[in-house]
């Protein structure tokens, strides 16, 4: 343990308080005990491993025999090689929502750019489940909701997403949509979502 440094004389005349500001200071920091060690403890000096967003090229272009949803129509989707109860348990209401964009009302484009961005800080963040707000279509032309329809594709298309439900009546019902990502690794499980 090292030696405190001793002030010059010149200092300490300097720094000398009257009792009062003395009795003051004692009060206002109260009850004090020596520092051990001189060593700051730190958990880790590297920074933890993140996420890194991949690239993803959506095609509007929609598979063939993959029918158009409807303004009530429910979106349900598994990637594949997920079990089918973790479609379950994500319609059920088993991963809290870490983080929520309303998407309704804005252009396809717009809509596209927001959605990525969104993804990506999501899947940098650590962020488990989703709630995507798509609107109903009232404004569409004919039944088919444009946003609800391309949603449907292009959350099929990222390779981050496990699967996505319809949400419950409460939260959008058939206007909104969980979204359940890939887990994040261990290092980064404690991250803000």
Known sequence: MRKPTQLPKTAKAAFSLSEEDSRLFRETVGAVRPVLSDRALFESDKPKPR????????????????????????????????????LQRLRSGKFGVD?????????????????????????????????????????????????????????????????FCTAKPAEGGTGAVYVLLRQAHKNNEDGPC
């Open 51 to 86: 996420r890194r967003p991949r690239d993803v090229a959506w095609s509007d272009t929609s598979p063939t025999g993959m029918p158009l949803l409807a303004m009530g129509d429910i979106m349900s989707f598994v990637a594949p090689g997920i079990q089918k109860r973790q």
């Open 99 to 163: 983080a929520e964009l309303d998407l309704h009302g804005l252009t396809v484009d717009e809509a596209k750019r927001r959605l990525a961005g969104f993804l990506n800080i999501c899947i940098a963040d650590g962020c488990r489940c989703l709630h995507l707000i798509h609107g109903k279509g009232y404004r569409s032309e004919g039944d088919y909701p444009i946003l609800k329809n391309r949603i449907n594709l292009w959350l099929r298309q990222h390779p981050e997403v496990l699967a």
